[in-house]
């Protein structure tokens, strides 16, 4: 017997895994190496003393009865993944073991012992529940996002699902693939065929399909899958997630409507608009048209007789008349800017800006000003819409000058570039009565009036008009400025425009 447990000590010792040795009812160590000594983490002197000495932690983990219990039966025992409990430096630490107690005979065939035998467990064990833990997660996320997924198996034609699948597809239990199929929409079973053909290029495929239900209700699914192949290159799986996405469809569905309808309602009131463009252009400029002649011919026939009353309330029906005719002229202007496009031509500024220098020139001189305008550069636009432009922002810096002073017009230009554009930027800066901040935006919509009509003619609608034709030249304008310091108008323009009409 001693050469025996000689031999067994040999073994035990230079074993890689923890072995130990328990001898009597007391579980006297009387063997342990230095894997099973590293394990316990009790130190070096452990032999000769007690296992229920030595880990006390044990006493209600059942694990000193179950190697008692073989001392007693000869009936080996055996853990699989079971965990243990162990003090590792005053630290109470958890740790999975795979372990067995097995009986050790004498010669006379006697039970005098026990040898455990242990694998530490513990690494893989907890990698084993991060990935339940993981795949419950999933779970619970592909419950909550309304998703179901599923695994095709393209031999047997089996399917697996889980999630939400059967809730979307309106089944219960075990389905093959051929009754998902055929609960697809006629006419979307093309379109399935033509993404499997498509995945079995690229691996991967992704369709939108609306499920027929049996109470003839629809119901629209996304679905997204992937081909899995063996070594040899050959499907065999098809895994993928299926989307519930009828919400998502019905809202698109009547989203479109309303762009539609509001589509439908926005040209009709650019229909009306241009009517009453035209209403304003045959029905009213002709009656103001009137109104000023026949008012200029009484004034001329009574220009001898007529006091000073009178002769004011006909100056009063001629401004009027005059304020009409602007006011129509600016609607007509605004309304009808979009209505037809503009051919695209080169347009020399220089020309542009001298050509209204002769267009104000009763104005310019009547106020004493002084239009001061750098040579510019040629760019691309619509002459027309450019020099209505040109003249309406000239034509404000003369207006709103002030009393004592005379304007002062200065016209200037650089070019910048922006994302791999040439863009001009022309400066029209004024001296006159200003800008206060809080108008920087203000002043470009339609019909806004900072001053009194009684201060300053006008119709509210010219920067409006500029801020449109800037816009369809693809441009940006702006204006800076100080109360009673000057204003400047800053537009930028393309040098070049991509299309052909504007």
């Known amino acids: 017997m001693y050469d025996n447990l000689l031999l067994l000590k040999s073994i035990v010792e230079t074993a890689p895994f923890p072995i130990a040795v328990y001898v009597s009812d007391?579980?006297?160590?009387?063997?342990?190496?230095?894997?099973?000594?590293?394990?316990?983490?009790k130190g070096e002197d452990v032999i000769g003393k007690s296992y229920k000495d030595i880990l006390p932690e044990l006493e209600n983990q059942q694990i000193f009865d179950q190697v008692l219990s073989v001392l007693k039966t000869g009936l080996a025992f055996h853990a699989k993944n079971a965990r243990v409990d162990l003090v590792i430096s005053d630290v109470l630490?958890?740790?999975?073991?795979?372990?067995?107690?097995?009986?050790?005979?004498?010669s006379d065939g006697k039970i005098y012992g026990v040898m455990n035998t242990a694998t530490d467990v513990t690494d893989f064990n907890l990698a084993?529940?991060?990935?339940?833990?993981?795949?419950?997660?999933?779970?619970?996320?592909?419950?909550?996002?309304?998703?179901?997924?599923?695994?095709?198996?393209?031999?047997?034609?089996?399917?697996?699902?889980?999630?939400?699948?059967?809730?979307?597809?309106?089944?219960?239990?075990?389905?093959?693939?051929?009754?998902?199929?055929?609960?697809?929409?006629?006419?979307?079973?093309?379109?399935?065929?033509?993404?499997?053909?498509?995945?079995?290029?690229?691996?991967?495929?992704?369709?939108?399909?609306?499920?027929?239900?049996?109470?003839?209700?629809?119901?629209?699914?996304?679905?997204?899958?992937?081909?899995?192949?063996?070594?040899?290159?050959?499907?065999?799986?098809?895994?993928?997630?299926?989307?519930?996405?009828?919400?998502?469809?019905?809202?698109?569905?009547?989203?479109?409507?309303?762009?539609?309808?509001?589509?439908?309602?926005?040209?009709?009131?650019?229909?009306?608009l241009l009517h009453f463009a035209n209403v304003v252009s045959h029905d009213l400029k002709e009656p103001v048209r009137k109104i000023k002649f026949f008012n200029g011919l009484l004034r001329n026939e009574t220009e001898k007789d007529i006091n000073e009353s009178s002769k004011k309330y006909l100056d009063k029906v001629h401004y009027s008349a005059e304020r009409m005719q602007t006011i129509i002229d600016g609607i007509l202007s605004y309304s009808t800017i979009n209505k037809t496009t503009q051919p695209v031509e080169n347009i020399n500024l220089d020309a542009i800006v001298e050509n209204i220098k002769i267009d104000l020139e009763l104005v310019i001189k009547e106020k004493g000003a002084i239009l001061i305008a750098s040579e510019l550069p040629d760019i691309e636009g619509a002459p027309i819409l450019i020099q209505q432009l040109f003249y309406?922002?000239?034509?404000?810096?003369?207006?709103?000058?002030k009393a004592d002073q005379p304007p002062r017009v200065i016209i200037s230009s650089i070019i910048i570039h922006n994302d791999g554009n040439d863009l001009l930027q022309i400066s029209i800066k004024d001296n006159?009565?200003?800008?206060?901040?809080?108008?920087?935006?203000?002043?470009?919509?339609?019909?806004?009036?900072?001053?009194?009509?009684?201060?300053?003619?006008?119709?509210?609608?010219?920067?409006?008009l500029c801020k449109k034709i800037v816009k369809r030249?693809?441009?940006?304008?702006?204006?800076?400025?100080?109360?009673?310091?000057?204003a400047e108008f800053i537009v930028t323009l393309p040098l070049k425009q991509f299309k052909t009409t504007i």
Not at 392 to 401: Q, V, Y
């Open 128 to 272: 084993q529940k991060q990935i339940l833990s993981s795949d419950e997660r999933l779970r619970m996320a592909l419950d909550s996002s309304g998703m179901g997924t599923y695994e095709i198996d393209l031999k047997t034609k089996k399917i697996k699902t889980s999630g939400n699948f059967n809730e979307i597809w309106s089944i219960e239990g075990e389905v093959a693939n051929e009754q998902l199929i055929s609960k697809l929409h006629s006419d979307d079973q093309l379109l399935r065929e033509k993404a499997h053909k498509e995945a079995q290029i690229t691996g991967k495929m992704c369709y939108e399909a609306r499920i027929l239900n049996k109470d003839n209700s629809i119901r629209w699914v996304k679905i997204n899958g992937k081909i899995i192949k063996d070594e040899k290159g050959n499907p065999t799986t098809i895994i993928g997630i299926v989307q519930d996405i009828n919400e998502q469809k019905q809202f698109s569905e009547e989203l479109k409507k309303q762009v539609a309808e509001n589509t439908e309602e926005l040209r009709r009131s650019n229909d009306d």
């Open 432 to 464: 006159g009565i200003g800008l206060d901040s809080s108008h920087y935006e203000r002043i470009f919509n339609a019909f806004e009036r900072l001053h009194s009509k009684d201060q300053y003619e006008g119709n509210g609608l010219g920067l409006a």
């Open 93 to 106: 630490l958890t740790h999975y073991f795979n372990y067995s107690f097995t009986p050790l005979y004498d």
């Open 392 to 401: 309406n922002l000239i034509h404000n810096a003369l207006k709103f000058s």
């Open 26 to 41: 007391e579980l006297k160590i009387q063997i342990a190496n230095p894997a099973m000594i590293t394990t316990w983490g």
């Open 473 to 486: 030249h693809n441009g940006d304008i702006r204006a800076i400025g100080e109360k009673d310091n000057g």
